[in-house]
């Protein structure tokens, strides 16, 4: 068994007015337009939890909970990252590092940097330190979706 494992996940949603959208967990109150998604649609956390699935080459989130499936309809994004975290030490290893780059062009977030690593942090039992959050636009190139980045390294328990 390898000492560590790097994982890389990405995602993205179109955005909609009179949607909401969740990123990291938390509810960004001030966004015009929501995440389309079958789940509540936080880019962050599948992003995370695609990360985790794809460092022990366990396929991605569309597998363990797919969205033609009408008991995953709204659900939480923490229970899918959860779920994969307990897949993740099922394989003996835990997430040691993180570093996730959203990329939204409104609202702004870099105000709530601290707040949204803090939650990841709390979700995968990591010190905030070992959370890295970023933020950038699309520069107007495609203003009508949100997508996320992250890579992680996974340590043997």
């Keep these: 068994m390898l000492p560590y ?19 990291g967990g938390l509810d960004i109150v001030d966004a015009p337009r929501g995440a389309v998604a079958h ?15 794809s460092g022990l080459a366990l396929g991605d989130i569309g597998q363990y909970f797919p969205d033609t499936d009408v008991a995953w309809k709204h659900l939480d994004s923490a229970t899918i990252l959860r779920r994969c975290l307990a897949l993740t030490r099922e394989r003996g290893y835990r997430p040691a590092n993180l ?11 870099g105000a709530r940097r601290a707040e949204i690593a ?3 942090a709390a979700l995968m039992d990591l010190d905030a330190s070992a959370v890295g959050v970023s933020f950038k636009t699309s520069e107007g190139l495609a203003p009508d979706h949100v997508q996320a980045r992250a890579t ?6």
Excluded: N
């Design 39 to 53: 789940s509540d649609g936080d880019a962050a956390l599948h992003t995370i939890a695609d990360a985790l699935l």
């Design 99 to 109: 570093a996730l780059v959203i990329t939204l062009d409104q609202p702004k977030l």
């Design 5 to 23: 494992r790097v994982g890389y996940g990405e995602d993205a949603h179109r955005l909609q007015v009179g949607l909401r959208l969740v990123l």
């Design 118 to 120: 803090g939650r990841i």
């Design 152 to 157: 992680v390294l996974l340590e043997r328990l």
